[in-house]
């Protein structure tokens, strides 16, 4: 598709939404909060970590989106679009250009390096064990954890060491997210979600609900690719979307395994109401259908078998750089739209400053999601939305504020 300064939603045929964090808006701050609970609690209980310095209050200013752990080190880390490390902390403490240079010489990390190539290099693999990428608002709390963990050490011993922390906390976050924790009553994150729905989650507005509409009715086909399982995006779907929620798309896939979805050929598996039955054939997908795992492959070529024209146009929108933006646009040749919330929080790039969860998604210690404080060197992520996505937006209630045909400016950007 010819690149323009504008961007409209009514130019593509088949547009696809991810669930949570882009349809499904969660109330970010309660969320946060919770999560580090869980954690925090799930390390001191069960892997003996410092009650003292992980049982503090969340420091919401520390927490940024987007932070990549070093584990070995000890280091919490932000790079520039080419993989140049901009700004470290060892723990909770922020380390001059000299200190990072002690750690990273010429401010480079061959982990890094090969993730600004191409952030899938280090998705799995021996280098995912080196690093990892706190992507979004179910894993942005971890970095908190991770540092005080590292401070909890440090305080025991002055001598350099390498640390082993993230296989902890990694237990800790599959132990919040597994995913038959939904269904057994085991794990207190979906235990506690279940139980006080509105105090997580928004209900999508009115105006929104119509504007999806609109676009079906205009001949557009509508679908949703979420990574959650069935049981708990239909508890989500239910409580944002409302109780007749797959009303509003022509086929759900549940259980992506994003970004596997976008670069592998997984068959799609049947359901029994919550309950996976077995592969079901390209041939044999149906509209109105609900699926988990599957391929890009395969659901484009039943999206354009039933979109009856020739040649029909492919758009994806999620919050996930790298599993709804970044992975499709690469691997999967699919335009992408960016939903950012910090767009509003921060009240760049056009948008007004305002965010009901301003304080856990701005820092004024790491400063900009966008841009490094001390630097000025746009960040990893800037550049991932500016070059795999045809627009960004802080919200779909912000796109469905304007018409569906609406033109939107992206030379702003």
Known sequence: ???????????????????????????????????????????????????????????????????????????????????????????????????????????????????????????????????????????????????????????????????????????????????????????????EIKANPDKYYYKCSSHLLKWINALRDSGKIIFLITGSYVDFATHTASHTLGPQWRSYFDIVISYAKKPGFFTERRDFIGLDGFTETGPVKLEDLKIGGIYTHGNWTDLKHFLARNYKQPNPRFLYVGDNLIQDIYAPHVYAGCETVTVCEELEAEGVYGHDKWHPDEQFLCSTIWGSYF???????????????????????????????????????????
């Not at 990072?100 to 480079?108: G, M, S």
């Not at 963990?149 to 132990?175: F, G, H, M, T």
């Not at 490094?372 to 912000?398: A, Q």
């Open 1 to 191: 598709m010819v690149q323009t300064d504008y961007f409209r939603f009514t130019d593509y045929d088949c547009i696809g939404f991810d669930l949570d964090n882009t349809l499904a808006r969660y109330k970010v701050g309660a969320m946060i909060e919770m999560e580090y609970h869980i954690l925090a609690n799930f390390l001191v209980d069960n892997k003996g970590y410092s009650a003292k310095h992980l049982l503090k209050p969340l420091d919401h200013n520390f927490i940024i989106k987007g932070l990549i752990v070093d584990d070995e080190n000890g280091n919490l880390l932000r790079i520039s679009g080419d993989g140049t490390i901009i700004q470290v902390t060892h723990g909770t403490k922020f380390l001059t250009q000299n200190e990072i240079k002690k750690y990273y010489p010429n401010l480079r990390w061959k982990a890094t390096d090969l993730f600004a190539q191409n952030p899938l290099q280090t998705w799995n693999g021996p280098y995912s064990e080196k690093m990892r990428t706190l992507l979004d608002y179910y894993d942005i709390v971890a970095s908190l954890i991770f540092a005080r963990a590292v401070d909890a050490i440090d305080e025991d011993s002055s001598e350099i060491k390498l640390y082993n922390i993230w296989p902890d906390l990694l237990d800790a976050l599959q132990d919040m997210f597994t995913r038959e924790h939904f269904q057994n009553e085991k794990g207190k994150y979906f235990s």
């Open 371 to 413: 841009k490094c404080k001390s630097s000025g060197r746009m960040t990893n992520w800037y550049e991932i939305m500016k070059n795999h996505s045809r627009f960004f937006i802080p919200s779909l209630e912000y796109a469905a504020t304007f018409p569906i045909d609406h033109k939107f400016r992206t030379n702003i950007y």
